[in-house]
């Protein structure tokens, strides 16, 4: 299975609820990134956060780090309609590429 | 500021004819370079990476090849499509020294028939 895999696979929730996804990984990590795809577009950065980090806030965006248990969450508070994209994190694992996992697609209904 | 051009934005190929896939990018000097397809509703697969002028390491072997002619230019080829060719293609580049954050763009969906 890949390096970084997300759940759930899809997340549906009302205007203003909070989101929360999880993503899970198998080997040692330097960082972990956040990325935010709209459909049919490029990947967007959103949050990064190192091995030596637990917790790292971005604007609406919190992000966890527990290297135990080699997961991270992303939770994206009191959400908006615009949020709507697909979810993916990725990890760096000092080789010279990034390994994506399949993403989480969040529905945010208006 | 720095930005990521691809082209064309869509693709449509039939199985056996050749592709070429360009990406370039303004505003940063010896960016890293990649190459990644994307399956409907998937994840991203690296095919392609790149840290200067004609150095390319490529991650699985398949029907498809990458040039870097120049410092900020990445070529996507193939000689001869296969159905399995279909997806879409994403480049991302990322900034020289420390910088850890790939910055993609917009893509390029190609549909081989």
């Known amino acids: 299975s890949q390096q970084g895999e997300e759940d759930p696979q899809a997340l549906s929730i009302q205007e203003g609820e909070n989101a929360t996804m999880n993503c899970s990984y198998k080997t040692s990590i330097n960082n972990l990134q956040w990325y935010r795809q709209n459909s049919g577009r490029g990947l967007v950065h959103l949050i990064l956060?190192?091995?030596?980090?637990r917790e790292k806030h971005s604007g609406r965006l919190r992000v966890t780090l527990d290297t135990s248990k080699k997961s991270s969450s992303l939770l994206i508070t009191a959400s908006r309609a615009a949020d709507t994209a697909s979810y993916f994190c990725?990890?760096?694992?000092?080789?010279?590429?990034?390994?994506f996992g399949s993403g989480t697609r969040l529905q945010v209904q208006p | 500021s720095q930005t990521i051009h691809q082209w064309p934005a869509t693709l449509v190929q039939p199985v056996g004819s050749p592709l070429s896939l360009e990406c370039t990018v303004e505003?940063?000097?010896?960016?890293?370079l990649y190459w990644y397809r994307q399956a409907a509703g998937r994840g991203l697969q690296l095919l392609f990476y790149?840290?200067?002028?004609?150095?390319i390491s490529s991650e699985v072997p398949q029907n498809l090849s990458a040039s870097r002619p120049q410092d900020r230019q990445f070529i996507l080829s193939s000689k001869k499509l296969l159905l399995s060719d279909s997806g879409f293609y994403l480049c991302a580049y990322e900034r020289g020294g420390a910088e850890e954050t790939q910055y993609f763009g917009p893509g390029t969906r190609l549909l081989v028939l």
């Open positions: 990725a990890t760096d694992t000092g080789r010279r590429a990034l390994t």
């Open positions: 956060i190192r091995s030596n980090e």
């Open positions: 505003g940063t000097s010896n960016p890293n």
């Open positions: 790149s840290v200067g002028i004609g150095q």
